[in-house]
């Protein structure tokens, strides 16, 4: 499963500011709304509810928060680098700039967990996470995610 199968271009947040965890789940959700005509709430609360379940922080200054909604079409996502650092209740206590949300169908299965998969170990990379922390252009972070795809494949 490829990130360019996750992520369109238009669902990325190249510098958000936000001043909290719950602020920037809030962002998120409007933005995965505007995206997939669901509604905003709907998706805050399905995140949100996943949140409380332990943090999606994994590590790094990395967070995947992550959800699944009824009435969803197919697996999406949505990327956001923040403009500065937010406490977000981290494994390893490390402040997060660099999420993704992953928004899957509820009978998604275990698709919904390669996915999640999938993105942890593209997101792992050292000069992927560099690169993408070092750029403010959502055309740049689209391409570093989706360049990652292809050098893995080869």
Same mark, same amino acid.
């Given at each position: 499963? *490829?990130?360019?199968?996750?992520?369109?271009?238009?669902?990325?947040?190249? *510098?958000?500011?936000?001043?909290?965890?719950k602020?920037?789940?809030?962002?998120?959700? *409007?933005k #995965? @709304?505007?995206?997939? &005509?669901?509604p905003?709430?709907?998706?805050?609360?399905?995140i949100?509810q996943?949140?409380?379940? &332990?943090?999606t &922080?994994?590590?790094?200054?990395?967070?995947?928060?992550?959800g699944?909604?009824?009435?969803?079409?197919?697996?999406?996502?949505?990327? #956001?680098r923040?403009?500065?650092?937010?406490?977000?209740?981290?494994l390893?206590?490390?402040?997060?700039d660099?999420?993704?949300?992953?928004? #899957?169908?509820?009978?998604? &299965?275990?698709?919904?967990?390669k996915a999640? @998969?999938?993105?942890?170990?593209v997101?792992r990379?050292?000069?992927?996470?560099s690169?993408?922390?070092?750029t403010d252009s959502?055309?740049?972070?689209?391409?570093f995610?989706?360049?990652?795809?292809?050098?893995? *494949?080869?």
């Amino acid at each position: 499963m *490829a990130l360019a199968d996750l992520l369109q271009q238009d669902a990325i947040i190249p *510098a958000l500011k936000v001043n909290s965890k719950k602020q920037l789940l809030q962002e998120l959700a *409007a933005k #995965a @709304s505007k995206q997939l &005509g669901l509604p905003e709430r709907e998706i805050f609360d399905v995140i949100l509810q996943r949140e409380r379940l &332990g943090s999606t &922080g994994v590590g790094n200054g990395i967070a995947i928060p992550h959800g699944k909604l009824a009435r969803l079409p197919a697996i999406t996502g949505l990327f #956001a680098r923040l403009d500065s650092p937010i406490d977000f209740e981290a494994l390893d206590d490390q402040p997060v700039d660099l999420v993704f949300l992953l928004l #899957a169908p509820e009978g998604a &299965g275990a698709d919904h967990l390669k996915a999640l @998969s999938r993105i942890a170990r593209v997101l792992r990379d050292q000069d992927l996470v560099s690169k993408l922390r070092a750029t403010d252009s959502a055309s740049a972070i689209y391409a570093f995610l989706n360049q990652e795809e292809a050098s893995n *494949a080869a």
